[in-house]
Structures are given as C-alpha cells and as structure tokens.
C-alpha cells in the first residue's frame, strides 16, 4: 500500500495516508530518516491515522497510546538531531501483544479478569525495544491468556482479518490484533508469542512474516506465562529483511544475510504436516517448493519423530501452567466471563496430575533430541503453516467448521513440542486470493539461519501483495 487510498467510513471519505515503512521496511525508513526525508513524529502521525482509519472495521488494537507515542516520537527526533543514533530501529513506530506489560499502558491479557498483577511490570524485551529506539504505538489484542490459534476472542472481543472486508474472517492465534496490525499497515511490525503456534498462524493467516524464536533466546519476563516450558516470544512483520534486523538488534548479533539457494538442503516430512490439508493451501506450498527446486534447492524426504504426541503432551504442559500462575481461585473467578472455548480448554489443566505434568516435560525433551537427529544434513524442515484458509467467523456455529478450525495449530505445535525455531512466509502469490503460509523449522538455536532461509525464500518469491483496504 504505497498510495493514499479512500476509506468509506458512515457516508464519509476518509484519506488513509500511506504505511511509513510501505516500501522497503525498516532498511529504507532508516535511511530516510538520517537523511532528513522524513522524521519519527511524522511517522507516528500517519500510524496514528490509519489507526483511526481502519480500527473501527479492523479492531487490532486493545489500547492505542495516542499521546505517548507521539511524546516518543519528538524524542526520537530530537536526540537524532542532537547526534545520539540508536541504531536502525530508531524511530520505528511498533505495536505490542496484550500479554506483554508496557509502562504506563494497561494489561488485559485479553479477558475481562483482572491478571496484570501476574504478567507483572514492563520487562526486559520490552524496555529494550524502547532503548533501541523503538516507538510503541500500544497494545494489540490477544486471545484470552494467549490461549487459542483462531484468534476468537468473545470476552473482548475478535480483530477482523483484512484480506476480506465483506465477510469477518478468523485472524489467528493467539497473535490476532498483531497479524492484523502488522498486515493492514497499522504499525511497522508487531509483537506477539508463541507456545503453540501463536505468532506463525497469524502470521500466515494475514499475508505477513513471522518468527518464532528458540526458547530460552528472549527474555519472557513481564509477559502473561501462559507456559514458562513452551513459551517464547517473537516478531510479526511485513518481510524477513525487517525480522532479521530486529533480532540481530535485540540478540547483539550480526545481521543474518540470504543463504544461498544453490546447496540449500530442506527436508520434506514423510507423514503428519501435508495431511489433512485443504487443496488451496496444498496447491499453493508444493507450487512454491517446486518453484525452489528449479532455483537449486534440494528437498528430501525426512522421517521425523511423531508430531501425533502432540495431543497428549501439549495439554498435559500449557493449560496446567497457566493454573499454575493465574491459580485456582483466580481461573474460578475468571471463568464465568471468560471465553468459553478458552475457558473449557484452559479448564482441563484441572484434571492433569502433577506426574502427568513432569511425564508430558520429560518426553517433551526426549522428542527435541530425536528430532535434532532428524536434521543431520538438513538446513531445516518445511510444511504448510496452517492447513486451512482463513475461514469465516460465522462458520464456526457449524460443528464441523467448528472441529475443524481447532485443528489451526496442527502443523505449528510440532515445533514447539520438538524445541524448534521456525519462520513462515506468505506464498498466497502462487494461487490463492486469501493468505497461505509456508513453514521452516529449523533447530534449537538456529534462529540466524532460519532467518537466512527466510530472506532467501522472499528474495526467490518476491514480496507478496498487500490486502486492499480501499472502499466503493
């Protein structure tokens, strides 16, 4: 979106100002803003507006910080004139996940329950983004406790996903407000966590890039612990080229660089990841690993260990943790207003017994050393990110629909019971009008080379297109 565009608004036009960092990210707002073509404040200015533009149709954000990021804004630009360069997220007008705690901004964690008290103070990933410049423009939504992959919220709730205006589609989760955010131009990249897919699927269900770290790489403090075992936190951004700066920023690291195609070894999952996928989404991966293999790559087939253990270990792991840290007393007073396929789910963590608990961790950990043996010669892993479309809200009154939408985070959850870093990255470009993602994983750690393999991949496919958001 790198024109003004009208938006119709209750018989009114409104001129929707163009993304600040629309054309060419972080890189080429970085330069522009050291070479004086435009500044932070006016960056933040136009964020702002296109917030006001498209939040009543949108609904991404919890909390908008109006004039503390116009504040940070001023700032920014006065210690840029002063000769003080924080480096290249100066500036950068972002968007923070509502289970993470930002000074002097309100915590919802997404439900009507008061828990601000456990996500605690503004913590260490948090105050770096502010140190390295960043100007956080507020809080996005969040499925309740960050626990859900289709981005539904009843209790506050459900942002609408915007590559369809006429049908209110699912934006995924739990990341919901930052894929939508990050996908319709509403910040320059967006916040979110991952314990079970919760930045991927978003991610891939709004068009855009997103990473999911290794745990253990960033700092959890001051984020809601839905669980300390599997979460990790990580970025939603409009390409790889903005994510890897952002992680060699917060990492202290160098700047990943493209891995070369030629030489590129990825393995293809023999069983589980390219099942039960619907045939716009299948269509679309194996037209984009085909389109790699000409460019030199080699897919192979890999056997890898059980992604089926997931239904047994993951709610063995997630929900008793969150009981854990919001407490029995606390879950019983806020289930009665919570929503109620968050509350049922999160409910069955009474049930699980405390060996069950340390049995799902032990063998948690025995699948990540069996599937870092399944790497050996590998660069990593791909598959479809979600298995689906994004579906219509509306169809989830179906029963079918229903059960079939709780299978979001089917191909995603693997890579947090097997301890692995992952990417997706959009490749709706080769047949679908709405977004398909396709997913790398890679090993414990590697989160330079996921990173690398994901420029690589976008500079093979190009960008992909952006959702019209214009209006008749």
């Not at 049922?344 to 599937?371: W, Y």
């Not at 679908?432 to 997913?439: D, W």
Request: hydrophobic residues 40%; proline residues 7%.
């Amino acid at each position: 979106c790198t024109t003004n565009l009208l938006i119709r608004r209750e018989n009114t036009m409104t001129i929707l100002p163009d993304d600040p960092l629309g054309s060419g990210g972080v890189a080429v707002f970085a330069e522009a803003l050291r070479t004086g073509k435009t500044s932070a404040k006016k960056a933040v200015r136009a964020y702002l507006d296109r917030i006001e533009a498209l939040e009543p149709k949108l609904n991404a954000y919890q909390f908008v910080a109006y004039e503390q990021a116009e504040e940070a804004a001023e700032a920014i630009d006065k210690l840029l004139a002063a000769g003080t360069d924080l480096g290249p997220l100066m500036g950068v007008p972002i968007a923070i996940k509502d289970i993470y705690a930002v000074d002097n901004m309100p915590t919802t964690n997404g439900s009507l329950y008061d828990a601000s008290q456990i996500t605690g103070p503004e913590g260490r990933y948090v105050t770096a983004l502010k140190q390295s410049g960043c100007i956080i423009l507020g809080k996005t939504k969040t499925v309740e406790y960050a626990l859900g992959a289709t981005g539904v919220n009843e209790a506050r709730g459900t942002p609408w996903n915007p590559w369809d205006l006429s049908t209110h589609r699912i934006p995924g989760g739990s990341s919901s407000g930052s894929g939508v955010a990050t996908a319709a131009g509403m910040c320059a990249f967006a916040m979110g966590s991952d314990t079970g897919g919760s930045v991927r699927i978003p991610a891939c269900l709004n068009g855009i890039f997103g990473h999911k770290t290794s745990v253990g790489l960033l700092p959890t403090d001051g984020v809601f612990p839905l669980s300390p075992t599997l979460d990790t936190l990580g970025p939603l951004t409009s390409n790889a080229a903005d994510a890897a700066i952002l992680h060699a920023m917060m990492t202290g690291s160098d700047i990943p660089l493209a891995m070369p195609l030629t030489g590129l070894r990825l393995g293809k999952p023999t069983s589980f990841f390219f099942e039960d996928i619907d045939a716009d989404v299948l269509s679309c991966v194996e037209a984009a690993l085909a389109s790699l293999v000409e460019a030199g790559v080699e897919i192979v087939d890999v056997d890898i260990p059980d992604p089926n253990e997931r239904d047994w270990i993951f709610p063995a792991i997630a929900p008793p943790e969150f009981l854990a840290a919001i407490g029995e007393k606390g879950f019983r007073a806020a289930l009665p207003e919570m929503d109620p396929t968050t509350g049922a789910r999160a409910e069955k963590g009474l049930s699980i017994s405390g060996m069950e608990h340390a049995a799902a961790v032990i063998r948690h950990h025995q699948l990540a050393a069996l599937a870092e043996d399944a790497f050996e010669g590998l660069d990593g892993w791909v598959s479809p990110t979600c298995p689906f479309l994004p579906m219509p809200i509306d169809d989830l009154t179906d029963r079918k629909a229903a059960q079939k939408s709780l299978q979001a985070s089917r191909n995603t959850q693997p890579g947090n019971i097997f301890r692995l870093c992952a990417i997706t990255t959009p490749v709706h470009q080769f047949g679908s009008a709405l977004p398909v993602g396709l997913q790398v994983m890679c090993p414990l750690g590697r989160d330079k080379e996921a990173l690398s393999i994901g420029l690589a991949l976008e500079g093979h496919f190009g960008l992909s297109a952006r959702p019209e958001l214009s209006a008749d």
